[in-house]
C-alpha cells in the first residue's frame, strides 16, 4: 500500500488540515475544514455500502446522530471522559448497525433505501420522546466538561485535530477495504449479488459487516461534533436531508468526487449558492457526479428520435395524399 500514490495523497491532505489553521492561528479556516472533515468522513464511509455494494443508504446520518447523543450523554450523565465516551459510542453505534444490518439487509434496491430512511426515523422519534437524553429540548453539556482539555479554547483545537485524524482514518479505511478480499467480495455483490453468492461470497455476512464498519468512524466524528458545541438535538442530530443530498451526489465516488461533494456543501451555507446547488442534487442521478451530463445526452437522443418519429410520419402523409 505505501507504493501507492494514493496513500500518498491523503497523508498530504491530511497535513494540508492539520497545518493550514495551526499556522496563523485561523479560528474562521480551522471551523470551515472541521465542517469538511466531517463531510469528508460521512461520505466516505456511505461508499462502503453505496459505492462498493450498490445499496442506496438514505438514512446513514442515523450513525453519526447515535454516536453525538451516546457521547454527550456519557459526559453528561455519568461524567466519563471525552475518548472513553467517543469510543464507547462507536461501539454501541457498530453493533446496532450490525444487528440492524442482518434484518434489513436482505432486502435489494427501493425496499433497502426505504428501510434505512425508515430506520432514522425510528430513532429520530424515540429519541425525541425518551427522557433521558433530554427529549426534543436534547442535551446540554456544561463548561465544565471543557476543562480536563485545557478550557474552551484549548479544547476546540484538540477536538479539530481530533477530527482531521477520524477524517484520515476513514480514509485509509475506505481505500485499504477496497483493495482486500473482503473489498473484493463486496464489489462482487455490487455487480451481481446472485453470482457473488454461487462463487462463495456471504453476502449476508459481508453486507452487514460493512454496514457494521461504515458505522464506526461516523459514531466518533458524530460524538466529537456534539462535544464541540456542547449541545445535541434530535432535529440536528438526524438529518434527513444531509445524507439524502449525499446518497443522491455520487455513487463508486473517487477523491475528486469526495472533494466535490464538501466543496458544494460549503458552498450550500451561502444563500446566494443555495438555489444552485438545490439544482445540482436534483439534477444528479445514480450514475453519481456524471449524471447531469448522461441526463442531458438522454434528453438529446429523445428529442432526436422524437424529430425522427414526425419527419417520418410526415412522409408517410405525403405518400398517402401522392
Known sequence: MLRRPFFWIIAAVIVAFGLAPAIDNDV???????LAA?????ASNLNLMLGYTGYINFGSIVFF???GYICVFLMSAHDWPLAGAVLAAGAAVS????LFGLGILR???AYFALATIGINEAVKAFVSNFEPWGGSSGLYLPTEMFMPL??????????????????????????GIKTSKFGLGLMAIGQNEDAAALLGVRTPLYKALAYSVSAFLPALAGGLYFFKGAFIQPVDAFDLGLSTEMA???RRTTFSDWCLITFLKLASKSLALRAVWRRRICSMRSQGCMGRRLTRRRSALNTLGRCCVRARSCWEVR????
Do not use: C, H
Open 28 to 34: 474562521e479556516l480551522r471551523e470551515s475544514l472541521l
Open 38 to 42: 466531517v463531510y469528508i468522513t460521512l
Open 65 to 67: 446522530g447515535l454516536g
Open 95 to 98: 453493533l446496532f448497525a450490525l
Open 107 to 109: 432486502l435489494r434496491g
Open 150 to 175: 485545557g478550557g474552551p479554547m484549548q479544547a476546540l483545537w484538540i477536538i479539530y485535530f481530533l477530527m482531521v485524524g477520524v477524517m484520515g482514518l476513514s480514509l485509509y479505511l475506505s481505500y
Open 248 to 250: 443522491l451526489s455520487f
Open 319 to 322: 405518400k398517402a395524399r401522392a
